[in-house]
Nanobody
Framework: QLQLVESGGGLVQPGGSLRLSCINS????????IGWFRQAPGKKREAVSC????????YYSDSVKGRFTISRDNAKNTVYLQMSSLKPEDTGTYYC????????????????WGKGTLVTVSS
């Protein structure tokens, strides 16, 4: 079973950037599709971006397309989410997890959640 830990969150001003990291402390990550999800206070958790095991298929939600970039370094057992041009509506707790459904237009099938990392976009 994967043991994913998120890091890199923090407070940033609108227009700023952050890079989130998702590292697997156990065995190699290179057979798994991984997704970043977020949950804002009072809202449902939503898929933000997902990447296939070798990076050939990537999904972005419409709300982050063009601003966020997902990538992975399987040698380091790490998946990244580079977030730029951040907006207040990007505020929330960000989670990474294994996903079982991944297309360029959809991502889901996640059922295990860690503690997440909090991103706050505010002036």
């Amino acid at each position: 079973q994967l043991q994913l830990v998120e890091s890199g969150g923090g407070l940033v001003q609108p227009g700023g950037s952050l890079r989130l990291s998702c590292i697997n402390s156990g065995f190699t990550l290179d057979r798994y599709a991984i997704g970043w999800f977020r949950q804002a206070p009072g809202k449902k958790r939503e898929a933000v971006s997902c990447i296939s095991s070798q990076g050939g298929t990537i999904y972005y939600s419409d709300s982050v397309k063009g601003r966020f970039t997902i990538s992975r370094d399987n040698a380091k057992n790490t998946v990244y989410l580079q977030m730029s041009s951040l907006k207040p509506e990007d505020t929330g707790t960000y989670y990474c997890t294994q996903v079982r459904l991944l297309r360029t237009i959809a991502c889901g099938g996640a059922d295990t959640w860690g503690k997440g990392t909090l991103v706050t976009v505010s002036s």
